[in-house]
């Protein structure tokens, strides 16, 4: 089946820093979602992507989506300690209206 | 946004036991609901689609005869784990599917089977 290999795998970082993470698919994706997902708990979206080339805010959130339609990019501005949790790519593979492939996802960990 | 409850948010169970996961929409009417299910550091996985009225939909390698799965009402789909083994402790999400890709979770449920 389709995979989406998200990286880095885990990262550690200091409060106030920015985090980049991404997420890449040996296939097309025509939609792009990241989540977040706190321990725990089901995972929330942040920030949906429908376009080739869009990139989207949330707040410190910023997402885009690759030219190629095989990556998605996650950004995340001035880090606070909530930011902490794993956060995952997700999208149906082409030709499923409606099933979601996650990806492996990113665990990232805020220092003060 | 719709609002999933799923109950109950922790079991444990004896091996061989059975035991039922509930996955409430409570403000939509979801045709379809889907089961996914997450190993400790692992990604979560799609178990199951399940369809309002009919028969689940299983993903390969997910038994069917094993997991469950009834959806009889809009507002409703249940996940029942038979005969559990200390191998089925997860933690299972559900998730209701509305709009095209409106895709809410509910808070999870962990299964610790011993």
């Known amino acids: 089946g389709q995979q989406l290999n998200q990286s880095p795998q885990s990262m550690f970082i200091q409060e106030g820093e920015d985090v980049s993470m991404n997420c890449t698919s040996s296939s097309i994706f025509n939609t792009w979602l990241w989540y977040k997902q706190d321990p725990g708990e089901g995972p929330v979206l942040l920030i949906a992507?429908?376009?080739?080339?869009e990139l989207t805010s949330n707040g410190r959130l910023t997402a885009q989506f690759g030219i190629t339609r095989k990556d998605s990019f996650l950004n995340i501005s001035a880090s606070i300690p909530s930011d902490v949790g794993i956060y995952f790519c997700?999208?149906?593979?082409?030709?499923?209206?409606?099933?979601?492939?996650f990806g492996t996802g990113t665990r990232l960990q805020v220092t003060l | 946004g719709a609002v999933v409850s799923q109950h109950p948010s922790r079991v444990i169970c004896k091996s061989g036991t059975s035991v039922k996961i509930e996955c409430r929409s409570l403000?939509?009417?979801?045709?379809?609901m889907f089961w996914y299910r997450q190993f400790p550091k692992q990604s979560l996985m799609l178990m199951a689609t399940s369809n309002e009225g009919s028969k689940a939909t299983y993903e390969q390698g997910v038994e069917k005869d094993k997991f469950l799965i009834n959806h009889a009402s809009l507002t409703l789909s249940t996940l029942t784990v038979t005969s559990a083994h200390p191998e089925d402790s997860s933690f299972y999400i559900c998730s209701i599917l509305h709009g095209r890709y409106g895709y809410t979770f509910g808070s999870g449920t962990r299964l610790t089977v011993v």
């Open positions: 992507l429908y376009k080739a080339g």
């Open positions: 997700a999208g149906p593979p082409n030709g499923t209206a409606s099933k979601l492939t």
């Open positions: 403000d939509f009417q979801a045709t379809t």
